[in-house]
């Protein structure tokens, strides 16, 4: 599958705690404002992704505005950077929402391209 057909496709969700806990068993990039964890599903052959922020960065309204920021990159760069078959889970940090967003970008896809290797 190419690029162009993988950025058509929708990107899945990952939703249910036990498959947050099966991505967390996997490969994981800390860079910058983000966390991203990799893990290969071989149930699946599209792209998964699940966000989450914790209550150590702030208040909902803060949290939620994070999630949002990410959701955003992850729509952006997955279809490109991504790799199929994989679930990836973006981990919101301390400093996700006073990150400007074109480095928040930069982050991710660094983060990307490491765990593509």
Known sequence: MDAGQLQSQELGRLKKRA?????????YRAQGAVVVQARKNPNQEGLRV???AT????NAVIR???KR???????KLLPEYGVP???YVFIARQNTCSRTYSDL???VKKALLTLAR
């Open 50 to 52: 699940g966000f989450t």
């Open 105 to 107: 970008v930069d982050d």
């Open 85 to 87: 078959g994989t679930d």
């Open 55 to 58: 209550k150590k960065i702030g």
């Open 69 to 75: 920021r990410l959701r955003e990159t992850a729509r």
């Open 64 to 66: 939620n505005r994070a």
């Open 19 to 27: 498959e947050f806990l099966f991505v967390r068993d996997g490969r």
